[in-house]
């Protein structure tokens, strides 16, 4: 590769958004240092900036990404499976036919019995495609015709850590790039005064605390770290460091700016720096975002409808509700990849009790976020992404019957659902045995889950690579991955 | 890339074929058996040349007969190689280079790093210096000279940064621009050598690489003890304590004959991976994690080998086999630890109670220091009696006017890890145990503002470790994080000596309220809200009560009106105010005083930089808990796993080293020992080479091998190959002498020339790796923090100790922790002060699921694995860090103060602040833009001083007195302006 074109690759990668050198608000620095390079590096951006030369590979479905992350481990048995022959044979033993040998976690691999626990609220079955919903997401029953469940997804990882990092980095082990990393990575932002990978973190009334998150689940491992998920906080500060210190308003800050670009800019040019350059850009875009960011949180201009179609807790600043309508305001913003967690899914104990809150906490949210995208025409080119780390078993962990009786991980089979861009509407995709507890039919690895959200995006998972210790690593590692068709319109 | 041959010239293996073919073919025709295509080797040429049924792969000489290069040309896709559907394709000049490869005889070379260097000759006659021969030869094959010496004021600043992590001051500069003496240099170099602050920048790349961290890592990221390893680097790198000692101590201290306690401490190096109690995980499988994250620090962090590849099968591109693999893993898996361990901020075994090695510490003047405190807290301050007693006074007076009690409603209770055995009924809460219970209420209807809430108990021993709320006007089960009530004041109606009621706010689990222990009936807490609220505004509320482990049974909730009818003094104090102070005996007034030094306001700084001397003399010369390594009496039996899955075990093996590289020295014991002898063996070839690889980064920004953490066959090939080897032959010969190396490094013109780089050289080469011109790259996320807090004067220059906490700008800890669910340590975000806010940052507390964020912006690794490398992006997060976090703002308002406060004229001091920051001079340009930018703040504060008051409340340091405030706040922005100059995070 010609030198001059890896070291401005090189730039290019370092930087936030955009080509260190090219179009620097008045100053004409960059083409001084590298003249002849200007004109390769700005041909057809178009208004992306950032993002590697072909890619996307094709025309992509979706633009843009949200995903809705159920964090800890929420039950396909109780939500999304109906199961007859649970019923059937509630408190009795799970088969060793269909337990098989696999291994289950330190928290039920000791007990004496495996009794049968049927889902534990009624639910029907909606939309063209019948999938079966339980009674405990009425929102999302209503939604059944613009999404494609997915009963088959699968994963090796039974505990929480390795199981939330593989499915949000596609490996077990710490230090790989997650998904919305390697979207800002490949694409770009199309927004220039918003980052290109927004996180948000809520709390579930089911468990709380939940299982912890980390920033691993939105970092960028071992891509530049300009591309890992900028975290978007309820309150006053919405991303860390965003307002100015006491008493300094918006002018003020703005002739300080003035005075470092002029010092900056003449450094640079005296130096030959092509990084000083790209810094007066990243202080610009910082005095963006104190802007945009406050315009983009303050939720005062929206319809009193719109509000209550979200529910009662779009209101309070944090909960997953109000992160679902930041969320479509950041989608309508253009931002490529947005992704929300919501902590306390992982019943252990109490199922009875937790699942319910922990179900009213999203229901209605989730089901507004996609009527209200659909509404506003983004729905078409916006994938949603209905996701968690694992299932649960179909057995119980604690007593039959008892109170507290709760279930534990489970990664032979779980569901997920899609939406939006690419995918196939009022869809059902794959299936399990008679008590959800294998897959019987059309099986999804979460590898070929990460494959198919590329593949919406106009990505071949196989293409996206980074060079990482000898190796050019991708989101879907070294085992063979595969688009899942059936799930695409 | 800047290596490309001649058209015509003889192509080297190494340098031009293997590259490609590493590239391309290896992955299916390499080491790896199990992944090999057509049973075809092309990285060992036996194989390559050998006859097959259609004829050998590579015909050396000729090109028909090669059937590899047939498939190269084919423009059948069946046929084509690499096939069309790797994504893999070669280039047209890729091509020519094989064509001539194979028409040259096809030969093969070792790889260069598994080979042992020999020492090169230094081409004669170019420099003295033999860094500075090597690339000035290289320089003049390529038709470029070298870029003059940059001035000494750039000098100073490159070479202070580089050895100590800290710019030199605007003083220091002057003298070393002025000095005559032709060695100042020199003598500036062998200062900064022999400064204490060497081994803590020394430190940064070594704790990077070891994955130094204060807390356990995974999901529950519970705190850990293993600093005094942190300062056992530090001192090493002080002793300069020779690169195989080093390493030896650090793989197997615990072996050595007679080992000393800082041997032991030092074994702490592979304890610093991440351990998990998470219950459910499975300790098999935690422990077979474990130890392959020892074995690729290993091979990252010393060797330059990415050995984690041959974890689950053969390595694709390096000789290594997954035999090989566990054969090292088997030196770590004797070490007796546990799979499920490290719970309650407790250490994971095996642990041992030991003192600092670290020898800069004066415990001699921090006693010194204690007693000063101590003192100054013992000697009654009659102003400040007085104006606390007329405070007292004040609330007391206040004191139960109005109370009123209301019971609160409650709605829902819940806790994370209970089902049931609790409950709520009108405003009790009952069957409480060890936990953290969030209970939902709504907020009775007041005719006047509800001051605060009071919790009331029947009398036991318990103890109550933390108490939120918050009130909203929706409902919420859980107290939300985000707005969390503040509270003005706590008080008990009695506590327990060691437990005040204010203790409910420390958020540590062994501190807490509890009531005396006489107590009967009814005990209760009282909260007062720093701002009321009402049933309208706030209609419902939330509260969280912690038990971390002695629980009362039950508790009901109440909200008040009016003022708390209770108080923090005690019964003897309340006596003793009760008097007039003429009638209050000798043993009334020391009593009083005594009561006024604990808890006044006005002495909190002092108590504040008490207790951190007490901690800094314990830190310095008592024994502390931490991780090392050890030998099982019963140590682990070692297998092959299949796929690298715990739950396979396969072939036993025997701990031993790869079998590509060199055998291990004669009698070599099979245990960690003989490993680290293997490491630090002369003949190794690895070894010295990532070593000098690593300091060269160091000084140069990039490695002479771009890529630090692989040697192997994928890794990048080194700029300067000879010069590589010649260092690490020298490296090996002096000693493993690291500050002779890094001092020959840093004298070589090569390293002093001037970073300018003109259009021509940046179109040449604009990665620098030629080193026509001196190296410049943005400072460490550590060492900008460390300069913004020098500059101000507020560092705090302290070596070693327990890890701090400086500013946070939110309890990012809690966000995503179990808080209220686990033993676990390090689970919500505690500040510390006094100096604890102003020390280096290798010394800021390392939470792996939260880095400290001002540093993580900064490319700062989160410490979860083994880093080499950090990356070095400009983001606009990085500028609103310096802009606006409170470290750097108070940093710009303590500079502005220092700048405010020099004699002279504006542009004198502008000048000295320039000097001090940036480490030069400012250009006439620069110092108008920087004077014009002080009229205008000096014309916007003088308009407006409560304005300029309020902005220099920024941080706790003091603000300085003596200077108007305008004054101040006007300097301030331009201190802030400096700071966030690109030049002044930049190395030149």
């Known amino acids: 590769m010609d030198p001059r074109i890896e070291h401005l690759e090189h730039l290019t990668r370092r930087t936030f958004v955009g080509q260190a050198a090219r179009g620097i608000g008045g100053l004409a620095l960059g083409t001084m240092l590298l003249p002849d390079l200007l004109a390769k590096a700005g041909a057809g951006a178009g208004s992306r900036v950032g993002g590697l030369p072909g890619v996307p590979h094709f025309a992509p479905k979706a633009k843009r990404v949200v995903c809705l992350f159920q964090s800890g481990g929420l039950s396909h048995i109780d939500l999304f499976e109906d199961k007859p022959e649970l019923r059937r044979l509630a408190g009795q033993d799970l088969p060793p036919s269909a337990k098989g040998t696999q291994r289950l976690t330190g928290m039920t691999s000791g007990q004496s019995r495996y009794p049968l626990q049927p889902s534990i609220a009624g639910g029907k079955l909606c939309g063209r495609q019948g999938a079966w919903i339980s009674d405990l997401l009425p929102h999302i029953q209503t939604i059944a015709d613009d999404i494609c469940v997915i009963r088959s997804m699968n994963t090796e990882a039974i505990n929480h850590d390795p199981a939330i990092t593989y499915m949000n980095t596609g490996n077990q082990l710490p230090g790989y790039a997650s998904i919305g990393a390697w979207a800002s990575y490949g694409l770009g932002t199309e927004n220039a005064n918003l980052p290109a990978f927004i996180a948000m973190v809520s709390q579930g009334t089911g468990k709380n605390p939940g299982q912890p998150v980390f920033s691993r689940l939105w970092g960028s491992g071992f891509l530049p770290s300009s591309h890992q998920g900028v975290g978007l906080r309820p309150g006053a500060n919405p991303v860390l460091y965003l307002n100015n210190p006491p008493t300094v308003d918006a002018a003020q800050r703005r002739a300080l700016l003035d005075d470092l670009a002029l010092l900056n800019d003449e450094r640079a040019r005296e130096l030959g720096d092509p990084d000083t350059v790209a810094r007066i850009k990243a202080y610009e875009m910082a005095f963006r975002m104190q802007t945009s960011v406050p315009e983009l949180t303050n939720i005062s201009g929206e319809s009193p409808a719109t509000l209550a179609a979200y529910g009662p807790e779009v209101t309070k600043p944090g909960s997953y509700a109000a992160n679902c309508l930041l969320a479509r305001r950041l989608l309508e913003r253009n931002v490529r990849f947005v992704q929300l967690f919501h902590r306390g899914w992982d019943q252990h104990v109490s199922l009875g009790r937790q699942l ?85 039919k059309d099986p999804v690895h979460l590898r070929d889950f990460h494959a198919t959200l590329l593949h919406c995006l106009g990505i071949d998972h196989e293409r996206l690579t980074y060079r990482f210790r000898g190796l050019n690593a991708r989101l879907t590692g070294v085992e063979p991955a595969k688009v899942v068709k059936g799930v695409l319109a | 890339m800047v290596a490309a041959c001649g058209l015509g010239d003889p192509v080297s293996y190494n340098r031009d074929v293997r590259p490609i073919l590493s590239e391309n073919c290896f992955s299916c025709h390499g080491f790896d058996e199990h992944g090999r295509k057509a049973k075809l080797r092309l990285d060992r040429r036996e194989d390559a040349v050998a006859p097959r049924e259609d004829g050998p792969a590579i015909a050396p000489g000729k090109l028909a007969g090669s059937l590899a290069w047939q ?130 920048r020394l430190a940064l790349e070594w704790l990077d690489a070891a994955r130094y961290a204060d807390t356990n890592g995974y999901s529950i990221d519970g705190g850990r003890h293993l600093w005094l390893w942190r300062d056992w680097v530090i001192q090493a790198f002080n002793d300069n304590l020779p690169y195989d000692r080093f390493l030896v101590e650090q793989l197997a201290g615990d072996l050595l004959p007679g080992r000393t306690e800082a041997q032991l401490v030092a074994t702490g190096f592979q304890r610093n991976n991440m351990v998990t109690h998470e219950g459910g995980t499975i300790p098999e499988e935690n422990l077979a994690n474990y130890n392959a994250d020892r074995v690729r620090t290993l091979g990252e962090a010393v060797l330059g080998l990415t050995l984690a590849c041959a974890q689950c099968h053969d390595h694709k591109y390096d000789p290594l086999s997954q035999r090989d693999y566990f054969r090292l893993f088997a030196y770590f898996n004797t070490l007796g630890d546990k799979g499920l361990d490290g719970d309650g901020g407790a250490n994971a075994g095996p642990v041992a109670k030991l003192r600092t090695p670290l020898r800069a510490g004066d415990p001699e003047r921090v006693r010194g220091r204690i007693a000063v405190l101590r003192a100054l807290l013992a000697t009654p301050d009659e102003a400040l009696l007085a104006a606390w007693e007329r405070e007292q006074r004040a609330r007391l007076a206040e004191r139960a006017r109005g109370i009123q009690l209301h019971p609160v409603p409650l709605q829902r209770i819940s806790t994370p890890n209970s089902g049931g055995g609790f409950s709520v009924e009108g405003n009790l809460l009952r069957g409480l145990g060890a936990a953290a219970y969030d209970v939902l209420g709504q907020t009775p209807r007041t005719d006047r503002p509800i001051a605060g809430i009071r919790l009331v108990f029947p009398a036991s021993n318990f103890l109550l470790t933390a108490v939120d709320a918050t009130a909203d006007r929706v409902p919420s089960d859980q107290v939300n994080l985000h707005r969390l009530m503040r509270f003005s004041r706590v008080t008990a109606s009695s506590w327990h000596p060691r437990h005040p009621a204010a203790d409910v706010r420390a958020f540590d689990k062994h501190r807490g309220w509890s009531p005396a222990p006489e107590a009967k009936g009814e005990v209760h807490l009282t909260l007062t809200f720093e701002r009321p609220i009402t049933a309208e505004t706030h209609p419902w509320l939330t509260t969280q009560v912690y038990f971390a482990s002695r629980a009362a049974p039950e508790a009901r909730l109440y909200v008040f009106t009016g003022d708390d009818d209770g108080t923090d003094l005690p019964d003897d104090i309340l006596a003793i105010l009760g008097k007039p102070a003429e009638a209050r005996g000798p043993a009334e007034r020391a009593r009083l005083w005594e009561h006024v030094a604990a808890h006044a306001d006005a002495l909190r700084a002092a108590r504040v930089d008490l207790a951190n001397a007490e901690e800094r003399l314990r830190a310095l010369t008592e024994p502390h808990p931490t991780m090392v390594m050890a030998v099982s009496s019963q140590p682990r039996e070692t297998f092959i796993l299949e796929r690298g899955d715990y739950s396979q075990p396969r072939e036993k093996v025997a701990a031993g080293t790869p079998s590509f590289l060199p055998p291990l020295p004669e009698g070599s014991t099979a245990d960690r020992l003989g490993l680290a002898r293997w490491v630090t063996m002369p003949d190794n070839p690895l070894t010295a080479r990532v070593a000098v690889n690593r300091a060269w980064k160091m000084l140069f920004g990039t490695g002479l091998v ?66 026509a011109r001196g190296p410049r790259f943005r400072l460490p996320a550590e060492f900008i923090r460390d300069h913004a807090l020098k500059v101000s004067g507020l560092l705090v220059r302290d070596l070693g100790g327990p890890s701090v906490n400086p500013y946070s700008p939110f309890d990012l800890w809690r966000e995503v922790s179990h808080y209220g669910s686990t033993p676990a340590t390090a689970q919500t975000f505690v500040q510390d002060h006094g100096d604890k806010l102003y020390r280096r940052s290798l010394y800021t507390y390392w939470k792996r699921t939260a880095p400290p964020p001002n ?55 502008v000048r000295w602040a320039a000097l001090e920051t940036l480490g030069r001079p400012p250009t006439e340009r620069e110092s108008g833009v920087l004077l014009s930018a002080l009229a205008r703040e000096r014309a916007r504060y003088a308009a407006d001083p409560a304005r300029a008051a309020a902005a220099l409340r920024v941080g706790d340091s003091a603000v300085r007195g003596e200077i108007p405030s305008g004054e101040q706040a006007a300097w301030m922005q331009v201190a802030s302006l400096l700071l966030n100059l690109s030049e002044t995070i930049t190395r030149n």
């Open chain 2, 855 to 909: 540093l993580a912006a900064f490319d700062a690794p989160n410490r979860e694995v083994c880093a080499v490398d950090r990356p070095q992006t400009i983001t606009p997060l990085q500028a609103l860090v310096t802009l606006n976090d409170t470290q750097f703002a108070e940093a710009a308002r303590a500079l502005g103060g220092r700048v405010a406060a020099r004699p002279g004229d504006d542009a004198s001091r």
């Open chain 2, 71 to 200: 498939r190269i040309i084919s423009d059948d896709p069946d046929d084509l190689m690499p096939p069309p559907e790797s994504h893999l394709a070669l280039t047209p000049a890729q091509k020519d280079i094989l064509r001539r490869w194979i028409e040259q005889g096809a030969p093969y070379e070792p790889h260069w790093a598994f080979v042992p260097p020999r020492l090169p000759a230094v081409p004669r006659g170019v420099a003295p210096n033999p860094v500075d021969a090597f690339v000035r030869h290289r320089l003049r094959a390529e038709g470029l000279s070298p870029s003059p010496e940059a001035d000494r004021a750039t000098l100073i600043r490159r070479v202070s940064l580089d050895l100590t992590g800290l710019a030199p001051t605007a003083e220091e500069v002057e003298a070393f621009v002025r000095d005559p003496d032709p060695d100042a240099y020199v003598r500036l170099v062998d200062r900064l050598l022999a400064s204490p602050h060497h081994g803590e």
């Open chain 2, 706 to 771: 771009s890529t630090p953490a692989d040697f192997g066959l994928q890794g990048a090939l080194p700029s300067h190959p000879e010069l590589l080897d010649w260092l690490a032959v020298d490296f090996v010969d002096s000693g493993w002498d690291h500050r002779r190396l890094l001092r020959l490094l840093v004298l070589s013109q090569t390293y002093r020339q001037s970073s300018r780089a003109t259009p021509g050289l940046l179109e040449r080469d604009p990665s620098n790796r030629l080193l």
């Open chain 1, 356 to 440: 319910p809150n922990q179900c009213r906490d999203i229901d209605q949210p989730t089901a507004a976020l996609v009527k209200d995208l659909k509404a506003r025409g983004l729905l078409e080119d916006t994938l949603v992404v209905f996701a968690t780390e694992f299932g649960r078993t179909s057995f119980t962990q604690g007593g039959f019957g008892s109170p507290g009786a709760g279930r534990d991980h489970h990664g032979r089979c779980f569901s997920i659902w899609l939406a939006g861009g690419g995918i196939k509407a009022g869809h059902l995709h794959g299936a399990t045995d008679d008590f959800g507890y294998n897959i019987a």
